[in-house]
């Protein structure tokens, strides 16, 4: 089983609705991150918490928002989707030894 | 924030050669990393390099932090080495602890 679990895998969603992607973690990792990749322009930082009390705003924050229910999880909402956050999205956690690990990805498309 | 350059932007191979893949940063980093990202999509971890060199079978890194760059070499390429690898480093305190920040990636394509 994968260390770090994206679901869902892929989504297709219409412009307009909620959708949240939701991301656990068995490595008991306190810091977790959520990243967005578009092609050509890297991985960029929606947002990211060092733990259950802390949420912090990365570099692309407008039009999300998280929600980190305990250590292990932290989730990644759409309020209102919009054809530009099509895009495949990353959660990702770190430990004390600052290796970065990546879930699987989730594909998301807004129509 | 910190810039994260990558070159090139685009390498094609065949099968057996060697590569060296670059990357620079603005400014000065820590936990500085190297990913590979496989045609699935899949990201994994190659290093965790702030400084110095390491290696791995074919691929070694080696980060020279005083200059603010790191290098990825991959020895006797083999297809399954293609995809995209990224590099990426944090700063090293205020708002950018914690932060990794990524280059846009190297698409490496290796031809049997």
């Known amino acids: 089983d994968a260390d770090v679990t994206q679901t869902p895998r892929n989504r297709i969603t219409k412009t307009g609705k909620r959708i949240m992607l939701e991301c656990s973690q068995t490595?008991?990792?306190?810091?977790m991150y959520w990243y967005r990749q578009d092609p050509g322009l890297g991985l960029r930082l929606i947002y990211y918490?060092?733990?259950?009390?802390?949420?912090n705003k990365g570099e692309i924050s407008d039009g999300y928002s998280v929600s980190r229910q305990a250590q292990a999880k932290f989730s990644l909402s759409l309020e209102s989707a919009i054809p530009n956050q099509t895009a495949l999205y990353f959660c990702a956690t770190r430990g004390q030894g600052d290796t970065i690990y990546f879930g699987e990805g989730s594909w998301l498309t807004v129509v | 924030g910190i810039q994260v350059e990558q070159s090139p932007p685009d390498l094609i191979l065949q099968e057996g050669a060697n590569s060296t893949l670059r990357c620079n940063f603005s400014d000065s980093v820590n936990n500085l990393q190297w990913f590979h990202q496989n045609p699935w999509g899949q990201l994994i971890n190659l290093f965790y390099?702030?400084?110095g060199t390491k290696q791995n079978g074919r691929l070694s890194a080696t980060t020279v932090a005083t200059e603010r760059y790191s290098l990825l070499y991959i020895s006797s390429s083999q297809t399954t080495d293609s995809g995209v690898y990224f590099c990426?480093?944090?700063?090293?305190?205020?708002?950018?602890?914690?932060?990794?920040?990524f280059g846009q990636g190297t698409i490496l394509t290796v031809h049997p």
């Open positions: 918490s060092f733990d259950v009390k802390d949420i």
């Open positions: 490595k008991g990792h306190d810091r």
């Open positions: 390099i702030p400084s």
């Open positions: 990426a480093g944090g700063g090293a305190g205020g708002t950018s602890y914690g932060k990794l920040t």
